[in-house]
T-cell receptor
Framework: SQQGEEDPQALSIQEGENATMNCSYK?????LQWYRQNSGRGLVHLIL?????REKHSGRLRVTLDTSKKSSSLLITASRAADTASYFC???????????FGAGTRLFVKA | DGGITQSPKYLFRKEGQNVTLSCEQN?????MYWYRQDPGQGLRLIYY???????QKGDIAEGYSVSREKKESFPLTVTSAQKNPTAFYLC???????????FGPGTRLTVT
């Protein structure tokens, strides 16, 4: 089964609202990453948070990591229609070579 | 123009035929990966390679084969043994310092 599981599976919001997606994982990790995928395209890396970090920001993105609960959240503030995409969390084990992706959250931002 | 290229974008094959998907990178990354994505699903790891002339099976390697003769290239062959080959295939390479994976645009394979 997948290491990371995103919640919710789908999210529909109005432009300007904030979008929050959650990710849970099962085993110890070295880092957790979030990726974005536009329909029919490859994935694009958004942000990485290491296991010893609790929060990280990048532009309108805020990621938190709670290793005690084995969970992470991605917050997109002031969403735009162009943010419509699927968002995946990915975890790398201690060795770091094998990255496991979750099933993704499909975000739809209405203009 | 650096990055990962996959070709072709769309591929159609008859059942029983082997088909090879191309993946090339000029990012000088040692690690490369092949994933399969089914509609509305996440990515599942097929094979990965940490270095030239070395590769390991991922979670769904049955019916697939790879080679890594050059650092830049990591082709994937979908064999006739793969029971349900129709899917979207994504290739990626990884930066060993940042752990970031760089993805190609994908190849959509349809087998009828």
């Amino acid at each position: 089964s997948q290491q990371g599981e995103e919640d919710p599976q789908a999210l529909s919001i109005q432009e300007g609202e904030n979008a929050t997606m959650n990710c849970s994982y099962k085993t110890s990790i070295n880092n957790l990453q979030w990726y974005r995928q536009n329909s029919g395209r490859g994935l694009v890396h958004l942000i990485l948070i290491r296991s010893n970090e609790r929060e990280k920001h990048s532009g309108r993105l805020r990621v938190t990591l709670d290793t005690s609960k084995k969970s992470s959240s991605l917050l997109i503030t002031a969403s735009r229609a162009a943010d419509t995409a699927s968002y995946f969390c990915a975890t790398a084990n201690t060795g770091g070579f094998k990255t496991i992706f979750g099933a993704g959250t499909r975000l739809f931002v209405k203009a | 123009d650096g990055g990962i290229t996959q070709s072709p974008k769309y591929l159609f094959r008859k059942e029983g035929q082997n088909v090879t998907l191309s993946c090339e990178q000029n990012l000088n990354h040692d690690a490369m990966y092949w994933y399969r994505q089914d509609p509305g699903q996440g990515l599942r790891l097929i094979y990965y390679s940490q270095i030239v002339n070395d590769f390991q099976k991922g979670d769904i390697a049955e019916g697939y084969s790879v080679s890594r003769e050059k650092k830049e290239s990591f082709p994937l062959t979908v064999t006739s043994a793969q029971k349900n080959p129709t899917a979207f295939y994504l290739c990626a390479s990884k930066d060993r310092v940042t752990y970031e994976q760089y993805f190609g645009p994908g190849t959509r394979l349809t087998v009828t």
